[in-house]
């Protein structure tokens, strides 16, 4: 568990405000690696995508997510294509459904995308397994 500003932030946030603190901690480096899971990238590309305009707030997500990386010494972990694939859909689910909806409730309706294997239907493993992959985006190959 993490405090930010006395608050704790659980690895597994779920309240609306929790996720904010641990969007809080992620922008400013303070969140362990050991608490940033791919359920807290979900959340915190949810809480960032909330708060304003889609392609500002991906542009902060993506900003964020390599500085943390670099504050945590693996730069080499940020992948362009995956990451980008993930913003854009949570953004799309959003749109579709309600962009006031409680992380809970967004979680809850969308389990897809926390499935390990989401992207084997739209890019092949070597697609996503290259280095180019990892520094651009790569449009779907199938």
Same mark, same amino acid.
């Given at each position: 568990?993490?405090?930010?500003?006395?608050?704790?932030?659980?690895?597994?946030?779920?309240?609306?405000?929790?996720?904010?603190?641990?969007?809080?901690?992620?922008?400013?480096?303070?969140?362990?690696?050991?608490?940033?899971?791919?359920?807290?990238?979900?959340?915190?590309?949810?809480?960032?995508?909330?708060?304003?305009?889609?392609?500002?707030?991906?542009?902060?997500?993506?900003?964020?997510?390599?500085?943390?990386?670099?504050?945590?010494?693996?730069?080499?972990?940020?992948?362009?294509?995956?990451?980008?694939?993930?913003?854009?859909?949570?953004? +799309?689910?959003? *749109? %579709?459904?309600?962009?006031? =909806?409680? &992380?809970? @409730?967004?979680?809850? #309706?969308? !389990? +897809?995308?926390? *499935? %390990?294997?989401?992207?084997? =239907?739209? &890019?092949? @493993?070597?697609?996503? #397994?290259? !280095?180019?992959?990892?520094?651009?985006?790569?449009?779907?190959?199938?």
């Amino acid at each position: 568990m993490v405090h930010l500003q006395g608050a704790p932030v659980s690895a597994r946030a779920g309240g609306d405000e929790e996720v904010g603190r641990l969007a809080a901690a992620f922008e400013a480096c303070t969140l362990p690696p050991a608490d940033f899971h791919h359920r807290q990238h979900l959340q915190v590309a949810w809480w960032m995508l909330r708060q304003g305009p889609p392609l500002p707030a991906m542009l902060r997500f993506v900003s964020s997510l390599r500085r943390y990386a670099m504050h945590i010494g693996k730069p080499e972990v940020y992948h362009e294509t995956i990451t980008l694939a993930y913003l854009l859909l949570v953004n +799309e689910r959003l *749109e %579709r459904g309600g962009r006031t =909806r409680s &992380w809970r @409730r967004f979680s809850a #309706d969308h !389990p +897809e995308l926390f *499935e %390990r294997a989401l992207f084997d =239907r739209y &890019w092949a @493993r070597a697609t996503l #397994d290259s !280095p180019l992959a990892r520094r651009c985006f790569l449009f779907p190959d199938a």
